[in-house]
């Protein structure tokens, strides 16, 4: 019986994202706690700011909150910041989260007795790809039926 620590932005919430968080749980084992950090919008604009969120902060912590093997969501910030605040005892990270704020996240996990486990990304499915084959999607059809064809596609977000 553990408690799992893991964090991202999950905006397009798909399969990948379940296959980490049964994962987790599975690591978590039975009367374990699995804990999902949510990157805020403030956060996700700081580190990430090419992408445009689909969903606001409280949209993407209900998304997450209502996935059943998840059983507590916070908000999460800084990554080396959130592992400080939170009790837990294995920090899940993916194979791709290997920037400063990460590698300051699981020097510090080291340090304080914490596990750390990699999780590999599920092959041939990321929010990337889904916002990428979105766009494609409606050049196409802009190409096809309108006779258009911007050469970007901007999808705005939800506000």
Not at 104 to 110: D, M, N, P
Request: net charge neutral; glycine share 8%.
């Amino acid at each position: 019986m553990s408690r799992v620590l893991t964090v991202g932005v999950f905006d397009l919430v798909h399969f990948g994202h379940f296959e980490l968080f049964r994962r987790c749980k599975e690591l978590a084992g039975p009367g374990g706690e699995l804990i999902v950090g949510v990157q805020d919008d403030e956060h996700v604009r700081k580190y990430k700011p090419h992408v445009k969120l689909v969903y606001p902060y409280e949209v993407r912590r209900r998304l997450v909150s209502d996935i059943r093997m998840v059983d507590r969501v916070i908000r999460h910030t800084d990554v080396d910041e959130t592992v400080k605040s939170v009790d837990f005892d294995v920090f899940c990270v993916g194979g791709d989260q290997g920037h400063d704020g990460f590698r300051r996240a699981l020097a510090w996990c080291e340090a304080n007795g914490k596990e750390v486990v990699r999780i590999p990304r599920t092959k041939g499915i990321s929010s990337t790809l889904l916002r990428e084959d979105a766009e494609a999607l409606c050049r196409n059809l802009l190409a096809q039926f309108f006779d258009i064809v911007p050469e970007r596609l901007s999808i705005p977000a939800l506000d």
